[in-house]
């Protein structure tokens, strides 16, 4: 089953599915904000903004036309 998505995955690499992917990690990482001991809440910011970063910058490098 993991291989199958995987291959699934691979398949599509446009942005909108790599955007689509890292918009819902991100939302995990905000669910964990919420439940979370306040002490990771930092770290688990910091990674948010960082896939905030790297949304923008593969849709800026990676699928110019």
């Known amino acids: ?3 199958k998505d995987f291959r699934d995955m691979s398949k599509d690499n446009s942005p909108e599915y790599f955007k689509t992917q ?3 990690l991100k939302m995990e990482l905000e669910e964990l904000i919420s ?3 306040k002490l ?3 770290q688990i910011i910091s ?3 960082k896939l905030d970063d790297l949304i923008l910058k593969y849709i800026s490098t990676s699928h110019r036309k």
């Open 40 to 42: 990771v809440v930092p």
């Open 47 to 49: 990674i948010s903004q």
């Open 35 to 37: 439940r979370s001991d």
């Open 1 to 3: 089953m993991i291989m």
């Open 22 to 24: 890292i918009e819902s």
